[in-house]
Nanobody, 124 residues
Framework: QRQLVESGGGLVQPGGSLRLSCAAS????????VGWFRQAPGKEREGVSC????????DYADSVKGRFTISRDNAKNTVYLQMNRLKPEDTGVYYC?????????????????WGQGTQVTVSS
């Protein structure tokens, strides 16, 4: 079956960094798009970043642009989200999701496959 498993979340001080990983199984390695989404306490889920099947196209929410970097290693079936200069506003549960076809999108409604989420807390 198709599965996505996130890891790498935790507690970090403002200004710190974390790297999230999304391990995929059951997908054709070079024929799925991956997005990262987050949900803060009491808030709606929002798109953070996405990456095309080849890694050649990416997109970021304005709130994280310049601080977060998405990448993928298709040989390992893994997508990463490097998060730098973290702010308290970045706190939330982070989910990775996958979809076919391969175009990048920050719209959560376009993704049928989801991981379980990993908690990111940015606090002093």
């Amino acid at each position: 079956q198709r599965q996505l498993v996130e890891s790498g979340g935790g507690l970090v001080q403002p200004g710190g960094s974390l790297r999230l990983s999304c391990a995929a199984s059951g997908f054709i390695a070079d024929y799925y798009t991956v997005g990262w989404f987050r949900q803060a306490p009491g808030k709606e889920r929002e798109g953070v970043s996405c990456i095309s099947s080849s890694g050649g196209s990416t997109d970021y929410a304005d709130s994280v642009k310049g601080r977060f970097t998405i990448s993928r290693d298709n040989a390992k079936n893994t997508v990463y989200l490097q998060m730098n200069r973290l702010k308290p506003e970045d706190t939330g549960v982070y989910y990775c999701a996958a979809r076919i076809p391969t175009m990048c999108s920050l719209g959560a409604y376009r993704y049928p496959y989801w991981g379980q989420g990993t908690q990111v807390t940015v606090s002093s």
